[in-house]
């Protein structure tokens, strides 16, 4: 059982979603009916995560051990800003724990990502912009980063084909940022969308990195095309 507080929160952000909902298309109110039963976004809540989002991450770190403390992170389509706390937890950005080196943590939206502590946020940043890799250069320790996290997902316009060719463009894109930021061995995450462009995506990380592997989350959405690749070793020589 939660402690009261969070109970009360829980209710209250319920209760604040239903009269946003008051009114709106059956679509939403289906869209409500599963927040309300989903318990990753319960656990959310509990657990002070900004979204459901950050159980992805947590999934994916517990298994494949990226995020260590000391490491430098970059969080490409961070806000609200989940993946972020999961980031500034695991590398010990804030420095909680003296005993472990203190990792740094830059996120990067189109939208106002709200403050965390341990982050340094780049909102209303493009991060396919090359003025907004310059400034990656300057905030990373070292100009570089030994993990590259990308949520990024663009306004989805409902064509699937449409929406899934965009997001593979900007998985692309992280190649090229990769070039200029990432630490050889370094770490790649990135989430796309299932679809015929999917091999593109794979073949080209695949010539940059040592390891590339598909992995969809437990908290990801059964009905979702909605897929992560996990790339590691990143290669030396490509830079
Ligand atoms: C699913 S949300 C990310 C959730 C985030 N991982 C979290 O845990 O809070 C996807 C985000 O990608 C951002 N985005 C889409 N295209 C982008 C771009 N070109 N540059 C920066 N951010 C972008 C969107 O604004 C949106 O906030």
Known sequence: MWPFSLQRRYLHSSLCLMKKLKGKTSAEQRWLQRQLKDPYVKASH???FRCRSAFKLLEIDDKFRL???GYSVVDCGAAPGAWSQVAVQRVNSTGTDPELSRGAVVGIDLLHVPPLDG???LSSHDVTDPATHTKLLELLPHGRAHVLLSDMAPNASGFREMDHEK???MCLSLIDLAEKILRPQGSLVCKYWDGILTHKLQ????SVFGSVRTLKPDASRKDSAERYFLARMYRESVR
């Open 46 to 48: 509990a657990q002070n």
């Open 67 to 69: 995020l260590q403390p």
């Open 203 to 206: 073949d080209k990380l695949s």
């Open 119 to 121: 982050a340094h946020f």
């Open 167 to 169: 997001l593979i463009t």
